[in-house]
């Protein structure tokens, strides 16, 4: 019944397209149209091509549209896409998804969870499970948004979809220059900014050139930190974000170009965007401390926290033009050092407590630090025809060998002499398997990940309209990894080896209708695939008795797979309307979900044998008069569970039950924009003047599975300290609420310069992006959020 609900559901809404589209006509450019929409050239089937001739749904963002939109992250722009969601977990960590596709938060504890979005810098993988890359928005020529699972062309972790950053490339035939500037404030918070650059120099005669990008970015913080002794520190969350790229295009000949690049970004960050409603050292119940409620964007530390990240990418790509074909090689070395550092002393203090150490141990500071080292090296070599023929054809090989290594500390100076004075002497050294002292948990675990594919794709042109394409890609993965734990928190593991791994094919069938030469229909059944693996163990020493029994059992997890059907249609008529628009239906075998482990103080990953998501996504942009440009965007989703699991105790396990939500994705989110462009003379002849809002809307959603079960949001921490019972209670609710952003701007741009004044959030929107509880909410209760209303102004200058 509940397939055929599907059905009935996709086949409705192609009639509705049909109908849509029953009066659109080819018309001849010259008669009168009063506005033109940019067309945009991607290259999403690793072939140049428009939008409309993509024979799947896609969106593509193009420079002045990422400037238009205010966006300087890939999170600000994805509100703007339709079917793309960023669920913000902290600085430089995000959980992404397409078309609804999501298991759920990942957590930085959690390195062998793979990524469900791919994530490219033109033809280089870059995809990082929960540290999507952050990269810098300027001088780039467009960003791509593949929806559905694109395992064919770009392998495991697109099986919701992929994102490529697409920058714009040195230019050989003359000298270019660009830079922008950027003042702006946040309210009740600080002053921020960037300065960015670019230069294109040809070299060797119009034979080669060099293309040099530099930015630096101030973020303002707006996150008031309360400590000991009634301190504040305001504005905590501050930081910067630096880098650049340099590459070199050379054309050997008139055949082969080589394109060698380096690029380099840092990113720091002071403190995280978390306002807090409870923690162990400030709550209302407490009697021999301060009795503290927490307010909007406020939270109570110890410590300082911080995270960075830098990142360095090489890469180098081989271009060569032959009679019939074409030859492309890429290699890429991807290299990144991640620290995440944050205050866990309400963590270690609830242990502490657990344990019935004196109080004096339960508030020392405690600082956990995750960090991430990654060496990837990824190579691909591919042959596509370049003929006018009916038959186009591409096939290619892959390879890339993945060294993760992560590592946990958690520096509590002091902590083993209460360790050794409570539960005797010499526990603290016979505990800590070889790992430093004052550290009570550590973690080692490098993991090797190779993968070796092969793939190809055929399209055929039956008659000027039909155009029908196969493709497929056999993969092979082999995964290793190694944990070694020590400290108090720890249990004790030495040199345990996990392996996994898998392989197999992936098909993927596609094809596209001219109706004429305005209105193309397109469908698609296509497979996607992402790796499994093994949990990390339990903190035993952390977790009750009835945590073990219902979480003990979940050691390793299988592929996840997903099959996907959609339908679309892109329409683009001569008087300045296109719409893209989609309908679809994915079928999610092995679905790899996440959960807390109760106050383990550990997460699981698990599999739900069915799942699945149905819905609409549509872009539609119009110039109904000159100067004037709308566009609204937006995508109806239902993601559920089509299966329940039970757990040892025989109840359903963290809300994962058929019919329930899957997480951190909405039902519903919406974009409208509008620009209006008049002449402006004041400051010269050919000026223009642009006043331009817009408006997203993003609909409820919950952080993981469990945060729709009756009474998830009453909380009871159970940890008699500081005149607190423990049996007090803290009642949240765990529905992120739905919120609008609206943005506003104006500006003038005459010649080759604009300057931009305008205002983000203007309605100071507080958001609760996404859910934070530590040891399960025992520890610490919070919820992330956005950036309130922000004021700035831009300029910007091209030579």
């Known amino acids: 019944m509940q397939n055929l609900v599907h059905k009935n559901i996709l086949t409705a809404s192609i009639a509705v397209l049909l109908t849509i589209t029953s009066g659109v006509n080819a018309q001849d450019s010259e008669d009168g149209s009063e506005g033109t929409i940019e067309e945009i050239l991607v290259t999403a089937t690793k072939r140049a091509s428009t939008i409309k001739d993509v024979p799947f749904s896609i969106n593509a963002m193009s420079e002045k549209d990422i400037q238009r939109s205010g966006a300087t992250s890939l999170e600000e722009l994805s509100r703007n896409i339709a079917g793309l969601t ?107 900014g960037h300065g960015k650059g670019m230069v294109n120099i040809p070299l060797a005669e119009g034979q080669a050139a060099l293309r040099v990008v530099a930015y630096s970015t101030a973020y303002a913080g707006f996150i008031d930190a309360l400590g000991e002794g009634g301190s504040v520190n305001k504005d905590v969350n501050n930081g910067t974000r630096t880098g650049g790229r340099i590459s070199l295009k050379w054309d050997v000949s008139d055949t082969v170009t080589i394109t060698p690049r380096i690029i380099y970004q840092e990113i720091d960050m002071d403190g995280f965007n978390r306002q807090e409603v409870f923690s162990l050292f400030a709550n209302p119940y407490t009697t021999t401390r301060p009795a503290i409620q927490l307010g909007e964007r406020q939270q109570y530390l110890l410590l300082e926290e911080g995270f960075s990240d830098e990142t360095t990418i090489a890469d180098v790509t081989l271009e060569s033009a032959h009679d019939n074909f074409d030859v492309t090689f890429v290699a890429s070395l991807t290299d990144r050092d991640i620290l995440v550092s944050r205050d866990a002393s309400a963590l270690s203090g609830s242990v502490s407590v657990d344990l019935g150490f004196p109080d004096a141990a339960v508030v020392l500071p405690s600082n956990l630090e995750d960090r991430t080292a990654v060496e990837q090296s990824t190579f691909e070599l591919r042959f596509s025809s370049n003929n006018d023929g009916p038959l186009q054809w591409l096939v290619g090989a892959f390879y890339s060998d993945t060294e993760r290594v992560y590592s946990q500390r958690l520096p509590t100076p002091g902590y083993d002499a209460f360790t050794d004075a409570v539960l005797g002497a010499g526990t603290s050294a016979a505990v800590a398997n070889g790992f430093p002292a004052d550290s009570p948990f550590n973690s080692d675990l490098p993991y090797d990940l190779t993968q070796t594919a092969v793939f190809g794709e055929l399209t055929y042109d039956i008659g000027e309209h039909l155009h029908l394409t196969a493709g497929g890609r056999f993969y092979d993965y082999d995964e290793s990894r190694v944990i070694t734990t020590g400290g108090l928190f720890g249990n004790g593991d030495t040199g345990q080896v996990d392996e996994t791994s898998a392989d197999g094919f992936i098909p993927r069938f596609m094809a596209a209708y ?72 994915t079928e999610i075998d092995d679905l790899q979900v996440t959960l807390d482990a109760g106050s383990c103080s550990s997460r699981i990953s698990f599999n739900v044998p069915e799942a699945h998501t149905t819905g609409i996504e549509f872009e539609l942009a119009a110039q109904p008069t000159d100067g004037l440009e709308l566009s609204f965007s937006g995508s109806l989703l239902e993601a559920e569970f089509d299966s329940t699991v039970i757990n040892a105790e025989g109840n359903v396990l963290g809300g994962v039950q058929d019919g329930n939500r899957l997480p951190s994705v909405p039902k519903i989110q919406l974009a409208a924009a509008a620009t209006y462009f008049f002449p402006f003379a004041m400051v010269g002849d050919g000026a223009e003047a642009y006043v331009s809002g817009s408006i997203q809307h993003v609909g409820n959603r919950i952080t993981q599975p469990s945060d729709q079960v009756a009474g998830a949001g009453i909380f009871s921490s159970g940890l008699p300290f500081a005149g607190a019972t423990g049996a007090e209670i803290t009642t949240l609710d765990l529905l992120l609420a739905s919120y609008e952003t609206l943005n506003l701007s104006t500006g003038v741009t005459k010649d080759n310069w604009e300057v931009v004044l305008y205002v983000n959030n203007a309605t100071d929107k507080n958001a609760n992006l996404s859910f934070d509880r530590e040891r399960g909410g025992r520890a610490r209760l919070g919820f992330r959020t956005n950036t309130p209303r922000t004021f700035g102004v831009t300029y910007r200058m091209r030579y």
Request: with cysteine.
């Open 514 to 585: 001219e109706f004429n030469d305005n209105v193309t229909f397109n469908g698609q059944v296509s497979k996607g695939f992402r790796l499994g693996g093994v949990n990390d163990p339990l903190n035993a020493s952390l977790c009750t008795g009835q945590d073990i029994e219902i979480f003990g059992g979940f050691q390793d997890y299988e592929d996840e797979t997903l099959l996907n059907y959609e339908a679309g249609v892109k329409i683009r008529t001569d008087n300045g309307v296109t719409l893209n628009a989609a309908v679809f239906h």
């Open 86 to 192: 960023m669920q913000n977990l902290g600085p430089g960590q995000s959980q992404v998804a397409i078309r609804g596709v999501s298991a759920g938060q990942i957590v930085r504890d959690q390195p062998g969870v793979k990524e469900q979005v791919g994530v490219y810098l033109d033809e280089s993988v870059i995809s990082l499970s929960l540290f999507t890359p952050d990269l810098d928005l300027f001088d780039l020529n467009r960003v791509e948004t593949l929806r559905g699972p694109q395992g064919t062309l770009f392998g495991s972790g697109s099986v919701g979809g992929t994102i490529r950053y697409i920058t714009n490339q040195p230019d050989v035939d003359e000298f270019q220059g660009a830079f922008e500037l950027n003042l702006n404030t946040v309210t009740d918070g600080e002053l921020g």
